[in-house]
């Protein structure tokens, strides 16, 4: 366990620390006047006096470098010691972009100190290749995130309905509501990029909104063309940022009503990671049941959701990953794993629903193991809604033996 920040005392003239040190830490003055300064040639060129409340050496400590200035104590100075772990553990929790930003600034900063040190107006030294790149990664992911706001605002995203199919009924029973970019240069953009980039930033409230918004008017559109017994519903899925937006439940089941369709027929995926927040799903779940909105647990098995919580978390279906599903059925230990966990699942009364299920034989040995629900190829990839009414109509058979 690291201790707690330490205070510390420098009388006055007394040196904090030397250019050339190692950047263990940072420091927040509480009280006295500390000069900052460089050696320049044979003279001494000051940088900044600092006083209370300010901080001094953290920039060592956030770029990993070893002190580029001095700083001294000009009288009696008290300070509070921020650990470098402390400055780092923010520091790595931060959006990625602002992040390198921050370490560009820095390394900006270190050059022009360095120009005026030597009192050079020259060209500045050329980059190193690791920041060039890492320069390189946010230009593009800045661009790219303009890319997206823009897609949104011109309606250039696209939603694909990939089919749930019960094994037990041999019908499709709803759909997961996928989003799709196609990028007017880059062509189709995954969204394992694009999701990832908007969840760091709050641009994955409008793109979930629009995803909502955009499956509820494919669903109502294809309702229109399939007999009144067919009634497939549509899962979407909802990250962390969105659900905290306020009566997001209210949100869910106003957006179905708008477009003609009970709130039943939506369901609301939300991941592992996020279920690590019990109270807030707990909330969500409770919220959306009494709008007849179902919740899944998605991609089961990959994050650290504590077993010993499930059972307080009244989830209607629960997505076993990809992960289990794809060494079946050859994996004994995989048919052991998947087997252990369907029982434990459905003695909680939770639909299983197994992932990228891509062969029969997967279908199969689902079905031994006591998995009810399945999505992946061989049932239907994800596709353009319209092109859907088909496979509802007359649904593709898998052979159970
Ligand atoms: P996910 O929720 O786990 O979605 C399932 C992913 O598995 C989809 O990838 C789907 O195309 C893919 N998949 C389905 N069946 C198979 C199969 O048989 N084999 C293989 N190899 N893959 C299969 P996709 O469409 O690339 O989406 C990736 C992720 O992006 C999704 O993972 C989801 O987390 C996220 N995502 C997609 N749309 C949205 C959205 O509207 N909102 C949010 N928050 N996330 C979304
Ligand atoms: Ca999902
Ligand atoms: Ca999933």
Not at 131 to 140: C, F, S
Not at 209 to 220: I, N, P
Not at 386 to 401: C, Y
Request: with cysteine; proline share 5%; net charge negative.
């Amino acid at each position: 366990m690291p201790s707690a920040s330490a205070t510390r005392i420098f009388a006055a003239g007394e040196r904090i620390f030397t250019e050339g040190d190692p950047p263990d830490v940072a420091y927040l003055i509480e009280s006295g006047r500390v000069e900052v300064w460089a050696n320049q040639g044979a003279k001494r060129l000051t940088l900044s006096f600092l006083g209370a409340g300010e901080i001094l050496g953290e920039m060592a400590v956030i770029d990993r470098a070893p002190r580029s200035a001095c700083a001294d104590a000009l009288t009696e100075v008290v300070v509070t010691e921020i650990r470098a772990d402390q400055l780092r553990e923010r520091l790595d929790e931060a959006d990625p972009v602002l992040r390198s930003l921050l370490i560009g600034l820095l390394t900006r900063y270190r050059r022009g100190l360095r120009a005026a040190r030597v009192g050079s107006s020259g060209p500045e030294p050329a980059a190193d290749n690791e920041n060039q790149e890492q320069q390189r990664r946010i230009a593009d992911k800045i661009r790219l995130e303009r890319e997206l706001l823009e897609a949104i605002e011109r309606d250039e995203l696209r939603i694909a309905f990939q089919p749930i199919f019960d094994l037990l009924e041999q019908r499709i029973v709803g759909f997961e509501a996928l989003v799709r970019w196609d990028h007017p240069t880059r062509g189709a953009v995954s969204p394992a990029e694009f999701i990832a980039l908007a969840e760091e930033t709050s641009l994955i409230v409008p793109v979930g909104h629009y995803a909502l918004r955009k499956s509820c008017q494919l669903l109502a559109k294809l309702d229109g063309t399939l007999p009144t017994h067919i009634r497939p519903w549509v899962a979407v899925n909802i990250s962390a940022r969105q659900s905290v937006v306020p009566d997001f439940a209210d949100l869910l089941a106003r957006t179905a009503e708008e477009f003609g369709l009970e709130p039943r027929r939506l369901k609301a995926e939300i991941t592992e990671s996020l279920a690590l927040d019990y109270d807030r799903v707990m909330e969500l779940i409770r919220r959306c049941r009494h709008h007849g909105i179902g919740v899944a647990l998605d991609d089961f098995g990959t994050g650290h959701s504590g077993l010993g919580h499930l059972h307080r978390l009244d989830f209607d279906s629960i997505k076993l990953d990809r992960a289990f599903v794809t060494p079946l059925p050859a994996d004994t230990k995989a048919v052991a794993l998947v087997r252990g966990i369907a029982t434990m699942l459905n003695g909680l009364c939770a639909e299983v629903i197994a992932e990228g299920v891509e062969t029969l034989e997967q279908a199969q040995t689902l079905h031994r193991l006591g998995v009810r629900f399945i999505q992946g190829w061989l049932v239907g990839r994800p596709q353009e809604p319209s092109l859907i009414l088909e496979q509802l109509l007359t649904p593709p058979r898998v052979e159970l033996v």
